[in-house]
């Protein structure tokens, strides 16, 4: 049963009168910003910028607003990023968090949305991977199992077929019951590399990505 934590934070939790008391009292001499965001109990960062807006006569955001993924992306951008990335892990391509942060941020990049991402890093931070997720529901991070390209592309009906004639070629032909065979598939040491975990979409029975290397079997 998965956990969730609750609201520790009161952050954004502030009065809109409040704040234009403050910004008021600020602007006119009477308070510092240190002294008015006390008195009025309202964050002192956030009051910094709305008057540092109010004097180069920019618009002020009064409400406070928490998160930045429903800032970030409208609708039908956020779905083009849901859509592909569920394209890739139907492709055996899924994506670790890195890789999808680092893909949200070349995404704004390009669409030269307005964003918060980190550029140094070039990547969106945890807090829109979290909202991302809560906003689709069905994309999950789950462990994946490597899967060799020669293995992807062999797996097709004729290959399967020909292994169960083999299979009932030699049931007729030794009569050994089924208690005498063995899948030895796992024997063996793999150079497939290990994943960290990966986007995925809830409900797969099994999570899968093509790797280059193949089984060294025994």
């Not at 309202?42 to 607003?65: F, G, T």
């Not at 032909?173 to 065979?181: G, H």
Request: glycine share 4%; aromatic share 10%.
């Amino acid at each position: 049963m998965p956990k969730f934590k609750g609201r520790t934070s009161n952050r954004g939790n502030w009065d809109e009168n409040k704040m234009k008391k403050a910004i008021k009292c600020v602007s006119e001499g009477k308070l510092s910003v240190r002294l008015a965001a006390k008195r009025y109990n309202v964050p002192r960062s956030s009051l910094h910028d709305r008057v540092k807006a109010v004097n180069s006569n920019k618009e002020v955001i009064l409400q406070p607003k928490l998160g930045r993924f429903d800032c970030t992306f409208p609708e039908h951008h956020a779905m083009q990023l849901y859509n592909h990335v569920k394209e890739l892990d139907n492709r055996l391509m899924p994506l670790t968090r890195v890789e999808f942060l680092k893909l949200a941020f070349d995404f704004a990049e390009n669409l030269k949305i307005p964003h918060r991402f980190n550029k140094e890093k070039g990547m969106a931070g945890k807090d829109f991977f979290y909202s991302f997720t809560k906003k689709y529901p069905d994309i999950v991070l789950r462990t994946l199992e490597s899967t060799s390209i020669s293995r992807a592309v062999g797996f097709n009906k004729p290959q399967v077929d020909h292994f169960y004639d083999l299979l009932n070629q030699l049931l007729e032909k030794y009569k050994f019951p089924a208690s005498r065979i063995y899948n030895a598939d796992e024997t063996g040491v793999s150079n497939v590399h290990k994943n960290d975990k990966v986007i995925s979409i809830k409900g797969k029975k099994q999570v899968g990505k093509l790797t280059s290397a193949d089984e060294i079997s025994h």
